[in-house]
């Protein structure tokens, strides 16, 4: 197929993303997604398209000479050209399977496709270089044309692709599909019976050759082969399964990153800043042990068995079988112990890394106020509790480390006692049970390493399933064409109805029947006492928190209809100064968030007119980079009324109808505070200012 006759018009740019997500595999939903409208800012289109649809989309910049490798690895993904895009589903070779406008699939040359995306950036450097070569008047005209070509295009980048992938919020098993857990897991054990079998018959091969009393270069020849045959398997065994861990870490990390994002700020403040920094410690442990605890445990379990056989088939036959099975019983109980006693341990450790936190914090208040004998009574008694929970640890680890293999090869020592007393052993079938002994004290190492592993991700999971389960809520979605509609005029820019809303664990509702109706053009200044809940309403209203009843709207629509991008487009709110941050960057990228990125040059212009309207133009001038300073923790230092005009400027860049301040104005002098207020009035249609009275 041709790339002409595979182009979709850019205004069915969402028909293009759903036919490719859906020929790809993932799950999309049915109905449309609408038209690009004329005019309408494509990325943020196409991102509210995708979050509608069920997937999520990147897009993505590269090198002019790299475009065609990107091109043979980004499938599923569209390729925006001049005259429409191109949905790309999957690669074969040197060819990519497109869906057509009409729904037809085919392949298209990746070449073919790399001079397409390739040739607006030619057109726009080939005048300038001819105009050199031309010039210039130098000999082979042709050659060295080719040269200044390649020389100006090599650092050149083009846009215009745009990953699609399955959302983060997808369910673990979809994710896992993705990713070819269970066939690579079967290979992965394949490989690793292979290889343990191919060992174990290379050492039958040379004790068949010394037992024999010859020897023999057949069988020596052999078991090199069947040894080294053996070695290779498992060294790709452990390869391909390093392979998967560094995928499934990605996954985790990505479902733990989205989790951190979405949990409650009023369940994060409650837990306290030594409880976060504990779950992120806890996480780093269940991505590294729950991974490679489970693989050790999986080859643990195949030796396991393949130790059973060979037990069975040596001189202490069936009695060996069931002394292993009384060890790995043994083995299982003291894992289980060690589960018990870890969480124990670990509640301890997280409680000592609260209160030690909590100490730092206020180190300064206990110096002036608390008596130096009382400062760490508290601590030593948490640290005397801590000491005896490790000492009780370490002996279970010692057990399933040590004593469990250790115990093993006595009792299978004692199994071969009738055997050898009162029956008659041939050397071949007491060298097989020897082996035997060896290998399942080996088997019921790893397998006691295991459970270790997997114990310690257990109790890293109590803390880190908080965020799996947030990182698995699916945002509330719409409908490009309502999320990027402008409010109706008729409609109220805000209403609230019966608004009740409860903080987590509190018993009394902080609003109770709040009602509340913001039109075009009002300026409302709530007042009240501290612990009131104008912060909570303004939170409500802005679509931080969810009320428990009530009826929130935003230009006559709820939260469920516009999702969350078209609500932020509608209200902006502008947090208390505590809960907000300027960002390590360029001034231009703290102020100009809200919009769309890259900025334009008009949007630059924008915010530098805003910023000076603000009061901000004499720190401007002062600093060396003007609006491309850096600031931020590490850079350009701010104070606090500068920090509170930048916040200012960001909400009201973001071009929202109606902007609500949290006590954003206490920072300010009277003089700047007139100038802000004055900038408000002009620039937001509609304000609510919450302050104290």
Known sequence: ?????????????????????????????????????????????????????????????????????????????????????????????????????????????????????????????????????????????????????????????????????????????????????????????????????????????????????????????????????????????????????????????????????????DLVRGEGVGHSLGRVLEAHALETLAITGGFTAMFAAIELVVVAVVLALGAGGLVHVGLLAIALAATIAGARSYLRLRREWTDDRLAITHDLIDAMAGHATRLVQQPANDRHADEDRGLARYAQRSAALDHRLAWLVVGAPRGWLVLASLGLAPALLFGHVEPQGLAIAFGGMLLGNRALASLGEAGIRLADAAIAWRSVAPLVAAGGEVPTAASPSLAHAA??????????????????????????????????????????????????????????????????????????????????????????????????????????????????????????????ELGLGATIDRMPGGMSQLIGETGWQLSHGEKSRVYLARALLSRAPLVILDESLAALDPDTLVEAIACVERRACAALVIAHP
Not at 102 to 127: F, K, Q
Not at 205 to 227: C, F, K, N, Q, Y
Not at 238 to 248: V, W
């Open 1 to 265: 197929m041709s790339v002409e006759a595979a182009l979709w018009p850019l205004a069915r740019i969402g028909e293009a993303l759903a036919a490719a997500a859906h020929a790809a595999g993932l799950e999309v939903r049915a109905e449309s997604v609408g038209a690009l409208a004329d005019g309408a800012p494509l990325e943020p289109w196409l991102r509210d398209a995708a979050r509608w649809l069920g997937v999520e989309v990147e897009a993505v910049e590269t090198s002019y000479p790299e475009i065609a490798r990107v091109i043979g690895t980004c499938a599923p993904a569209l390729l925006r050209l001049e005259r429409g895009v191109v949905a790309v589903i999957r690669r074969r070779g040197r060819d990519v399977e497109v869906v057509a406008p009409d729904g037809a699939r085919s392949w298209c040359a990746i070449a073919e496709l790399a001079d397409a995306m390739r040739a607006p950036a030619l057109a726009r450097v080939t005048p300038d270089v001819e105009a050199i070569v031309a010039a210039a008047r130098v000999p082979r005209q042709q050659r060295v044309r080719a040269a200044v070509l390649e020389t100006r295009l090599l650092r050149v980048s083009l846009d215009g692709i745009v990953l699609i992938r399955r959302r983060i919020e997808a369910p673990i098993d979809h994710h896992a599909r993705d990713l070819g857990v269970a066939r690579r897991l079967a290979a992965i054990a394949a490989l690793h019976i292979v290889g343990y079998v191919m060992l174990l018959a290379g050492w039958w091969a040379i004790g068949r050759t010394v037992l024999s009393g010859e020897l023999d270069t057949g069988w020596l020849v052999a078991w090199a082969l069947l040894v080294a045959t053996g070695v290779v398997a498992r060294h790709r065994a452990s390869s391909a399964a390093g392979t998967l861990a560094i995928d499934a870490a990605g996954a985790l990390r990505l479902r733990l990153l989205a989790g951190a994002l979405r949990l409650p700020a």
């Open 487 to 612: 409010p109706p005029s008729l409609k109220a820019l805000a209403t609230v109805r019966g608004v009740v809303y409860r903080p987590p664990r509190a018993s009394a509702a902080v609003l109770d029947g709040c009602d509340l109706v913001i039109d075009d053009g009002d300026r409302i200044v709530l007042e009240g006492a501290s612990g009131a809940g104008k912060s909570t309403l303004a939170h409500v209203i802005g679509g931080v928190r969810r009320a428990d009843a009530g009826l929130v709207l935003a230009g006559g629509l709820d939260h469920a209809t516009l999702g969350d991008s078209g609500w932020r487009r509608r209200i902006a709110l502008v947090p208390q100064f505590h809960e907000n941050h300027v960002f390590f960057g360029r001034l231009a990228y703290n102020v100009l968030i809200g919009r769309d990125w890259p900025p334009t040059r008009a949007d630059r212009d924008e915010a530098a007119a805003l910023c000076r």
